[in-house]
């Protein structure tokens, strides 16, 4: 396991260790678990499971958190595929769940749909928010509440990171699909490379991404296609890889361990999640989905569940970076950390 430096005030938040994603006992008998009460709550991964080392993984965590610190029962189910996702709501629904967490954009649609139909249910939804126009029609159901993350944030610090410690001048990103919740890493990624550039006077080249149109796996499952794209940027030159594509992302990690490389993973701590690739790791972008997903569930508990969007920020801890690994020079890491105060106060936007 490398040595890492810790850097309090860039991480911005403490993303605990993921939780094992096994059967859990029904009783409450273990340690501090919370006496239960009369309440179930459910949860729908996407098509990339709740073993996915990323975003679903962390989600779950939020849900099993919720079952031993408030006591609600609990229940999930696995989609295999995007074709399950109204089915599988409707099951959890038809469960006599309270509140259902749907985990994913690509589940926005049937979401909705349930949240309309059921009308005594809350639902909320991670990386999704109903009051996107483009999406939806800017009215939100009452019941239905979309968890955000703004990660374009982390991703520009990320970015900078990248450029100041690559040796070639060429880091890569790609992506699973190409979604706003995936391009928004890509985006703040190139930005912040773009940031370095501007500061330093050098031309660090992003692979994968202009800003309109990059690279992309089209799902989020197949990690030989993960690490495929990765290959290929390796040979165009690219010495770190920033994969956005859930478990195919571990194809991009796996490539650039095989060829001397570096990673940053995202929305977990790759050093928790996938801790086979740590030692080339610099960072992670990471999201505190597990926090987001009880805190909704808590306010369904508490008859005090809204349909306003939840978004995660620098500022109050609902995105940041993992540690550092130590190949990052204080330096840069000194400048990677004023940069966050910055993004924070406003000084420096993305829009």
Do not use: H
């Amino acid at each position: 396991m490398k040595k890492t430096v810790r850097m309090a005030a860039v991480v911005g938040l403490a993303v605990a260790s993921l939780a094992a994603c096994g059967e859990k006992s029904d009783d409450n008998d273990g340690g501090d678990k919370a006496k239960s009460i009369d309440f179930k709550a459910c949860m729908v991964s996407d098509s990339g499971g709740f073993d996915d080392k990323s975003f679903n993984q962390t989600s779950l965590k939020g849900l099993t958190d919720a079952e031993d610190e408030i006591g609600v029962e609990a229940a999930t189910v696995e989609s295999a595929s995007d074709a399950e996702y109204a089915d599988n709501i409707q099951s959890l629904v038809d469960e006599g769940c309270k509140e259902i967490t749907t985990v994913g954009f690509l589940l926005g649609d049937a979401t909705r749909a349930a949240a309309e139909k059921n009308g005594d249910v809350d639902f909320a939804i991670v990386d999704f928010e109903f009051t996107d126009a483009k999406t939806f029609e800017p009215n939100p159901p009452e019941n239905a509440k979309g968890l955000m993350f703004d990660t374009g944030q982390p991703s520009y610090l990320a970015g900078y990171l990248a450029a100041g410690t690559s040796k070639t001048g060429k880091v890569g990103t790609f992506g699973g699909l190409n979604i706003p919740t995936v391009t928004i890493f890509m985006e703040g990624f190139r930005k912040g490379v773009e940031a370095y550039n501007e500061a330093k006077g050098t031309d660090v080249q992003v692979i994968g991404w202009d800003g309109k149109d990059g690279s992309f796996t089209e799902d989020f499952e197949d990690q030989a296609k993960g690490q495929q794209v990765a290959e290929q940027m390796i040979q165009q030159g690219a010495d770190i890889i920033f994969p956005v594509a859930g478990p195919a992302g571990l194809g991009g990690l796996k490539a650039a361990k095989d060829n001397s490389a570096w990673g940053i993973w995202v929305d977990t701590d790759g050093c928790e999640s996938a801790a086979e690739y740590c030692d080339i790791l610099l960072t992670s972008v990471v999201k505190a989905m597990d926090v987001a997903v009880k805190d909704a569930i808590q306010a369904s508990v508490d008859d005090t569940f809204n349909n306003e969007v939840y978004t995660g920020t620098l500022e109050n801890g609902g995105v940041g970076l993992a540690d550092f690994g130590p190949d990052v020079s204080e330096e840069l890491q000194s400048e990677v950390e004023d940069l966050k105060d910055k993004l924070i106060s406003g000084e420096i936007t993305l829009d």
